[in-house]
């Protein structure tokens, strides 16, 4: 197994005392997850700096003491340790499901890459029998869909761990540094998210407007074009309005608003479909998330609609 300590990714230190809570009883076995975001392959010099940017979302968006996942599987096979063999994760969806399985994810997308590589399914493979071997974790197997309401870790991946996690027939080698593939630079990745609920709102309070299982909207480096939708329920005459921003991950207290974008009032019907599209740039350091404000009480997200336009930087 090609595993890659925390040291080695460049990991934050844990949240005390949250983050060293251990587990209490053996595993019954392993979940898998995916990003449940859109996700693009890159070349493995790039893998560490996105395990470290999943480890600030979780910490800085969720506010988790740590990345929740207990190892991360990049493309190229590589298991990257997240809270490892001993910490309870955060990932599951629960305390009784974090407690009751380790949590292993795959960095593949809801768009963009939505298959994992061979060489992942060895490197998964390679994570389920250590967990099995060190943990220790019985021989379950299956998804974070499994006893909690999520897509994720997708249909792909579902499958193959409902199949027993099989290795690929392909040899366990690392694949070389993979030729970027450019068939047309001008060509855009096309994301759209759809997700049933979102935040209640409070009267003239930002709430975050998360896609799937992350709190951004995008990741650079990219050019994008990103319009949200948002079906919000409520008292007829409430007045909502939605706020992008950018958050740089080396300063994710200090995120730099956009001017509120008034999209408008619940109409007597007691709903109303808003909308907002920005376009712009991000650096590899930088997020794109949306915000939700309502001037009322009582209004409530019904659901929430990403479609996106990326161009890599
Ligand atoms: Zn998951
Ligand atoms: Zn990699």
């Not at 480890?55 to 996942?69: E, K, L, R, T, V």
């Not at 030729?179 to 935040?199: L, N």
């Not at 992350?214 to 650079?220: H, M």
């Amino acid at each position: 197994m090609d595993l890659v300590s925390r040291s080695e990714w460049g990991a934050r230190p844990y949240r005390t005392p949250s983050g060293a809570t251990r587990y209490s009883r053996p595993r019954r076995g392993v979940k898998l997850h995916y990003l449940g975001t859109g996700y693009e392959d890159r070349p493995h010099s790039a893998c560490a700096a996105y395990v470290r940017m999943l480890q600030a979302s979780h910490m800085d968006g969720n506010g988790w003491s740590d990345i929740g996942y207990s190892f991360i599987v990049c493309t190229h096979g590589a298991v990257f340790e997240g809270r490892g063999l001993d910490r309870r994760n955060s990932a599951n969806g629960s305390t009784a499901l974090n407690e009751e399985c380790y949590a292993v994810c795959l960095l593949v997308g809801s768009s963009g890459l939505t298959e994992p590589t061979d060489a992942q399914l060895h490197g998964a493979r390679d994570a389920i029998d250590y967990c099995r071997a060190q943990g220790p974790a019985g021989d379950w197997l299956g998804g974070h869909r499994d006893g909690y309401a999520t897509t994720c870790p997708g249909d792909a991946i579902y499958a193959w761990v409902k199949a027993g996690a099989p290795r690929p027939k392909s040899p366990t080698t690392k694949d070389p540094e993979p030729a970027p593939v450019k068939e047309d630079p001008a060509m855009p990745t096309v994301i759209t998210e759809s997700q049933a609920g979102g935040p209640e709102l409070d009267a003239n309070v930002y709430r975050l407007l998360r896609m799937a299982d992350d709190t951004a909207l995008l990741q650079g480096p990219c050019t994008y074009t990103v319009t949200t939708y948002a079906t919000v329920r409520g008292e007829p005459g409430a007045r909502i309005t939605l706020r992008f921003h950018d958050l740089m991950l080396s300063a994710p207290n200090d995120p730099s608003h956009d001017l509120p974008i008034d999209v408008g009032v619940i109409g007597p019907e007691g709903v109303l479909n808003a909308s907002a599209t920005r376009n712009g740039m991000l650096t590899k350091d930088e997020q794109l998330k949306v915000e939700i404000r309502a001037d009322a009480d009582g209004a409530r997200v019904e659901r929430r609609v990403l479609r996106a336009l990326r161009w890599d930087a």
